[in-house]
């Protein structure tokens, strides 16, 4: 297809509205005019909090920053003295922007992957050491204290690359309150905190119409930012109850455009669905804490739905979940000293608030519903093999084992070329496995996004869709003979089809049942070469005839009904983003259409 061609399909797809909101948003910067160029605020000051007036039983602290730095849940060094350098990349050699600078004037990608800078600004050691506080810990309110009063001395309102984005001094928000609740002075606060979020709350609202239009968790985040700070604020600014209505107007329409009905969010990917999921969940406790009116029934069964979806997804044993779509590294209300991948905590609150209910029993995934003061629900079975239609996901589940097919349903731009990409999971060792994101702004990073990087077919080398940016695929595909998740007791199946544009058509149906996954692939079209992969767990892989094998775990693939002995390499994967680790493939080529029979036993 036409290059030109397909770039207009892709806008159009994109939305109007949505391509008219960042146009106008992205002139306005360059031209000058926007009124977030005119902000003024000045430098906040100490005290921002006081030592914990916290009554009752309390849930263990998250000790995790008392001795360290942490990046993205996996990178750490030692804790300095004093405050640390706030602009600091170490996962960067590029030369870091000017931190004097305004905002506006620093380019968004030329300082190397900007996520790594910002990491320590998303404060997540404010939340770690208000709950430190509360547990008694002296010299934890004077550090406070003495870094955010570095911070806001180092990052002086809308100066430097930590005021760029709308969604990191959200971030900040929901962290500070969040502080400030867990040490009981959300309704006393401290006269810095609320110079400090004033700040933050100033920088959020003038540009919350390019945060709609980017049309993923920016306009949640942001939203609400708007509404739990708003609400913090009223009585302390007038424009707190105007943020306030606004942030829970953007709350209800994102739940309402961004949440399929069947609970799929609008990035496609398992750790922003955590992050959306996360951002209402404080929203909701907020709200419930401060007496507020209630969200709408319509935003409380998208809510709900979404909690299923991310229940759903989760591995019991361990609390990861699969690897699948953009990841990051971001998470927010680290409540608990629980590792990066443990979702438990996110869909222990979630099940709690929108469902009333209690997911995995007594744990560490409890501490954020002590620390916000919500109920414990009630016991309930675990989640069974559905179908998420709306997204494009079909998991199947038998006892400890669980296997997810992506399929391509995009209502919202795709960030990863992975159709028919298949999860297998069972007794919490994650078998076949998705390669994650890396990052967004290094050489070599785009590939973890690809086709390549997948459980499932490539053709031609090439990507399932053509890339026109950075974060842009065009040439969506559509699904094609989708059959839900059918589960008669002793398996699950499920399938679904693509054709590209180019012509190549891949089918693929999966069969779960107890011992064993079996994948049928069937491949046609137009198309000269076609390879077939399967990314696995770390482990002693070894190849004996045809069958690649670990111990107790086999993996046998037949083309057309005759085995043959697939390729054992080495690729790579990132769980963790700007990590990359070696681990285990196999793959088989072909080079005319065939029905390609995979047999994982376990």
Not at 448 to 462: I, L, M, W, Y
Request: hydrophobic share 40%; glycine share 8%; aromatic share 10%.
């Amino acid at each position: 297809m036409n290059r030109r061609l397909t770039q207009a399909k892709t806008y159009a797809r994109l939305g109007p509205a949505n391509i008219a909101r960042v146009a106008l948003y992205r002139l306005g910067l360059k031209s000058g005019l926007h009124p977030v160029q005119r902000l003024q605020a000045p430098v906040a000051v100490p005290p921002f909090f006081r030592a914990s007036e916290r009554q009752g039983d309390l849930p263990p602290a998250n000790t995790a920053w008392n001795d360290n730095l942490l990046w993205f849940g996996w990178h750490r060094q030692s804790r300095p003295d004093g405050p640390p350098d706030w602009f600091s990349n170490p996962l960067s050699n590029a030369p870091q922007p000017d931190t004097t600078h305004d905002w506006w004037r620093i380019s968004d990608f030329g300082a190397g992957d900007i996520k790594g800078l910002w990491e320590l600004s998303r404060m997540d050691w404010v939340v770690a050491w208000a709950t430190t506080t509360a547990c008694g810990d002296a010299a934890a309110p004077e550090r406070l204290n003495l870094w955010l009063a570095d911070w806001a001395k180092k990052n002086p309102p809308y100066k430097g690359p930590n005021w760029k984005c709308g969604q990191e001094a959200s971030i900040r928000v929901m962290h500070l309150v969040t502080a400030a609740w867990v040490l009981g002075q959300d309704r006393t606060p401290e006269a810095g905190l609320v110079d400090l979020l004033r700040a933050h709350l100033q920088r959020i609202a003038p540009t919350m119409s390019y945060a709609i239009g980017q049309q993923n968790n920016h306009g949640t985040s942001e939203a609400a930012a708007l509404f739990i700070g708003g609400s913090f604020l009223v009585g302390r600014d007038p424009r707190a109850e105007a943020w306030a209505r606004n942030g829970r107007r953007w709350l209800e329409e994102r739940a309402a455009n961004l949440i399929e009905s069947d609970g799929s969010f609008s990035q496609y990917s398992v750790t922003y669905h955590r992050v959306m999921l996360d951002t209402y969940a404080l929203a909701e406790a907020w709200r419930r804490h401060r007496g507020l009116p209630e969200f709408s029934a319509r935003l409380r069964q998208r809510l709900a739905a979404a909690t299923d979806w991310l229940w759903t997804m989760t591995d019991v044993e361990t609390g990861d979940a699969p690897n699948i779509g953009a990841n990051d590294g971001a998470r927010l209300l680290q409540l608990t000293d629980t590792d990066y991948r443990d979702f438990r905590p996110s869909v222990q609150l979630a099940v709690a608030l929108f469902r009333g209910a209690d997911a995995f029993g007594p744990g560490p995934w409890n501490r954020p519903l002590s620390w916000l003061g919500v109920t414990e629900g009630k016991p309930c079975a675990a989640p069974t093999s559905q179908s998420f239609d709306d997204g494009g996901y079909h998991v199947l589940r038998k006892a400890s084992t669980m296997a997810v097919m992506r399929y391509p349903r995009f209502r919202f731009r795709p960030s990863q070329a992975d159709a028919l990409h298949v999860d297998l999971w069972h007794k919490g060792i994650n078998l076949l496995r998705d390669a994650g994101t890396f990052s967004y702004n290094v050489e070599g990073g785009a590939w973890f996004s690809g086709t390549a990087a997948h459980n499932t077919v490539e053709f031609d080398g090439h990507d399932q869709m053509p890339r026109l940016g950075r974060f842009l695929f065009g040439g969506w595909l559509k699904a094609e003979a989708v059959d839900p998740v059918l589960d008669d007791g002793a398996k699950a199946i499920a399938a679904a089809a693509y054709t590209d544009a180019h012509g190549a058509r891949h089918h693929r149906a999966m069969t779960l049942s107890a011992g064993s996954l079996m994948c049928r692939d069937t491949i046609s079209g137009n198309f000269e070469e076609a390879f077939l992969r399967w990314r696995l767990a770390p482990g002693e892989w070894k190849v004996e005839g045809d069958i690649v094998c670990n111990g107790s775990q086999s993996i046998a693939i037949e083309i057309d009904g005759v085995p043959v002995s697939p390729i054992l390499s080495t690729t790579v994967e990132s769980r963790y983003y700007q990590q990359k680790t070696e681990i285990p493939e196999v793959s088989v080529r072909v080079n005319r259409p065939a029905t390609l029979i995979t047999k994982v036993t376990f």
